[in-house]
């Protein structure tokens, strides 16, 4: 089992900055695949950046340049800072973890975070 615990969240004035923190505990393998999703009232929830322990990263195209995704393996925590924030940002920021075991794929996911855009 693993467990995702978001932080970081909160109402930031356009062209702000915001740095989300997701802390993993559990049963961690030093082999993942993580990332941020994040959903919109009344839209389906969409992907933002991905990191895997080999550091290889992939971002939307509506956030790349203006977020990074980054990970502190010594801290078992995973970071996304989000710069020159916009309106259309506004949504749930939720964190996800992926481990394979054998054949078995696992899929976990935090609470979320509240990130509102607003002046």
């Known amino acids: 089992q693993v467990q995702l615990v978001e932080s970081g969240g909160g109402l930031v004035q356009p062209g702000g900055s915001l740095r989300l923190s997701c802390v993993a505990s559990?049963?961690?393998?030093?082999?993942?695949?993580m990332g941020w999703y994040r959903q919109a009232p009344g839209k389906q929830r969409e992907l933002v950046a991905t990191i895997t322990s080999g550091g290889s990263t992939n971002y939307a195209d509506s956030v790349k340049g203006r977020f990074t995704i980054s990970t502190d393996d010594a801290k078992n925590t995973m970071y996304l800072q989000m710069n020159s924030l916009k309106p259309e940002d506004t949504a749930v920021y939720s964190c996800?973890?992926?481990?394979?075991?054998?054949?078995?794929?696992?899929?976990?996911w935090g609470q979320g975070t509240q990130v509102t855009v607003s002046s």
């Open positions: 996800h973890r992926r481990i394979l075991s054998g054949t078995v794929i696992y899929d976990y």
């Open positions: 559990g049963s961690l393998s030093s082999i993942y695949y």
